[in-house]
């Protein structure tokens, strides 16, 4: 009675249940549903705009759906699945109706979404509900507080618990250990999960061994994951999530009711009853797992090759599971369980991502670089550091306009863990604080890191702080168009006076003159600086003598002050850095109003400096200036190239510059 109250029905799909029908038509799909409207029907779809369908599942859908074009307009006329579903997204179908779709973000990377006028991501718990999910999953305060504060801890499982789904499973198996071991040990902590392999195979593993307390027969659990993984596979590489009796008896499987009803639920009545896997995450995990369980060279390279051909993302998870059994300590967690598990297939699967990562990176990528944080996705189950080592070693990892969200950070960090001295691009990734910290523990090795457009804010400081005092390798820093203004930002600064760091971007970032004390720090006490880019900042007031101060003991030899609000009363200021100052060779002061009686000043100091290049465009001078730098530049012995362009030169003064520059400037005067 409050929401959607424009809406007189609701029609609600899911795609796993249309996957059964052939030719139908909408109306057909409504009644069976619905079928105590069919009386009212044909009115009902008189008013399209009071009408809501959703579609629940488009990554479970086996259907052809190709959003660029619709045909159809009768809601009486049959046709496939496919074709209603996009007729109505594109309004050919019951004009002004409203659709609202789910999939998982896999399947949106082969699907044109741009006639969808809205496409929301689902971010999942944030700390709070993550709180509350423990607090309500465990009901006892103690466990709850002693769960969470051990997921706290371990950063990777946390950004699991950005998953529901996974936040269930996570709770389930510390349910389980705390039950059989109330007291957290050291050990109890190195077995818990590190990766998503090894979280469900925890999660498995407990009910197994709650099964063979209670078994109820001679049907081992090895015999009963084999056929109920052999279908499972099928289903995954065939995009089907829901079976039937025939399925069961074609893949051998048993419904024991007990360990059968662990995994799989059922639903329907005799003679139709579906069963369907607890969740179809759980259906990739026993697909993958089959295949080290009844090893066959042949069918796992088909299946390999089979999977890596669809590019609607079904088999994504699958794949990530697979590399996550090539790892002998996974394995090993269902020993005591279903015996040993194939190290052939282990050593089959190391040898495919070790091809898959050689072939992505010699690839030109499709899809940004999102094809390569799968491969790394793979690596990363696999928890093979000298695969890592081998497969990326040297190379340059570039990310750049790819969203990542902190379970990709997570993963990143492992990788870079295994790199040595590389260059790193995460701009415009959307990485945000959280993300960062995710990312900390492998960035003390990089040799150059981009982290400009990331939603970085002064609380980052105290991080990036960490980051670049630990890294002895650092030369090149990007941190641009973030917003690091604020009372961490010394922080940052204070670290920098310890780093090797030569060239450091920090343009548009929000800093104000109240920055500049700690700016000056920084690079006073810096040896090995030579490049800084302060640009579109705001730098006018009292504190910019003192980083102008500290320029004269800094060895920069590029400053980049465009756009920072500086106005004449700046000028001296300027002049007592760029005077004292011997290493300074390039100084862009464009985009600022320096026009006034202390410019001057400034070219006087020119004429005692060692400038090659000086940008002085949109500075608002006029031709009374045009003597001051004629001054500057007849006195000054290295100056080469002189940017004027942009001001308002014209006047009797113009030809004393025209003069000074004539024979002076190699590269001349672009006014």
């Not at 059922?266 to 969740?279: A, R």
């Not at 990562?357 to 010699?362: G, L």
């Not at 670290?495 to 060239?503: G, N």
């Amino acid at each position: 009675g409050k929401h959607y109250q424009r809406f007189a029905f609701v029609f609600f799909f899911r795609f796993r249940d249309l996957n059964r029908l052939g030719e139908v038509s909408l109306e057909e799909i409504i009644l069976q549903q619905y079928p105590y409207l069919e009386g009212q029907i044909g009115d009902i779809l008189e008013d399209p705009e009071r009408l809501l369908f959703i579609f629940d599942g488009l990554d479970e859908s086996i259907h052809q759906i190709d959003f660029r074009s619709s045909k159809l307009s009768n809601p009486k006329q049959r046709t496939d699945i496919g074709e209603i579903v996009v007729s109505l997204v594109r309004q050919s179908l019951l004009k002004g109706c409203s659709v609202l779709m789910t999939s998982r973000p896999t399947r949106l990377g082969s699907v044109n979404t741009d006639v969808f006028q809205r496409i929301v991501e689902i971010m999942g718990f944030l700390q709070r509900d993550r709180r509350i999910f423990f607090n309500h999953f465990f009901g006892n305060e103690e466990w709850s507080e002693k769960a969470f504060h051990y997921v706290q801890e371990n950063d990777t499982l946390y950004t699991f618990c950005y998953i529901p789904a996974y936040c269930w499973i996570i709770c389930t198996v510390l349910s389980m250990c705390f039950r059989a071991q109330p007291t957290i040990t050291d050990q109890l902590m190195t077995s818990l999960p590190k990766t998503v392999t090894q979280l469900f195979v925890t999660f498995v593993s407990n009910i197994l061994a709650n099964h063979s307390q209670n078994t109820d027969g001679a049907h081992t659990a090895r015999e009963l994951l084999t056929s109920m993984g052999w279908m499972a596979e099928h289903g995954v590489m065939n995009h089907m999530i829901v079976f039937d009796e025939r399925h069961l008896e074609s893949f051998s499987v048993r419904n024991d009711k007990h360990l059968f009803s662990s995994f799989l639920m059922e639903s329907g009545q005799p003679p139709d009853v579906d069963y369907t896997f607890l969740h179809l995450t759980l259906q990739e995990f026993f697909a993958a797992l089959v295949h080290f369980i009844d090893y066959d060279a042949d069918r796992l390279q088909e299946t390999l090759d089979k999977a890596e051909s669809y590019e609607d993302g079904r088999a994504e998870i699958f794949l990530r599971f697979l590399c996550g059994f090539s790892d002998s300590t996974t394995r090993s967690m269902l020993k005591s369980h279903v015996g040993e598990l194939s190290t052939q297939a282990a050593r089959h699967v190391i040898t495919w991502i070790r091809e898959k990562t050689t072939k992505q990176r010699s690839d030109k990528p499709t899809r940004g670089n999102r094809d390569l944080l799968n491969v790394f996705y793979y690596l990363h189950e696999s928890r093979n550091k000298a695969l890592v080592s081998q497969c990326i070693g040297s190379n340059n990892i570039d990310f750049s306009n790819v969203p990542l969200s902190p379970l990709d950070c997570s993963v990143l960090s492992f990788i870079l863990q295994s790199c040595r001295e590389i260059e790193v691009n995460l701009s415009s990734c959307n990485i945000e604080s959280k993300g960062l910290r995710q990312l900390i523990p492998a960035l003390h090795n990089i040799k150059s890191l981009g982290l400009d457009r990331n939603h970085l804010t002064d609380s980052s400081c105290p991080h990036l702080a960490s980051v670049i005092r630990n890294n002895p390798t650092l030369r090149t820093l990007d941190l641009s168009h973030n917003n690091l203004e604020g009372p961490h930002f010394g922080d940052l600064m204070a670290a920098l006076t310890t780093s090797r760091i030569e060239e450091f971007q920090l343009y548009n970032n929000h800093l104000t003159d109240s920055s500049c004390p700690h700016l000056a720090s920084g690079i006073r006490n810096n040896p090995t600086l030579r490049t800084l880019n302060l640009s579109g900042n705001n730098l006018e007031g009292p504190n910019f003598g003192d980083l102008m101060a500290a320029l004269t003991t800094s060895r920069i030899e590029e400053l980049h002050l465009d756009n920072t609000h500086l106005t004449d009363s700046s000028c001296p200021h300027l002049a007592s850095g760029i005077r004292n100052n011997p290493t300074l060779r390039t100084l862009n002061l464009s985009g600022n109003n320096l026009e006034g009686p202390h410019f001057r000043d400034l070219m006087a100091a020119l004429t005692t400096s060692r400038i090659e290049e000086l940008q002085l465009m949109y500075t608002h001078l006029t031709d009374s200036s045009c003597p001051h730098l004629a001054s500057g530049i007849r006195n000054n012995p290295t100056l080469r190239t002189l940017s004027l362009s942009g001001n308002n030169l014209e006047g009797p003064h113009f030809r004393d510059l025209m003069a000074a520059s004539d024979n002076k400037l190699d590269r001349g005067i672009t006014v």
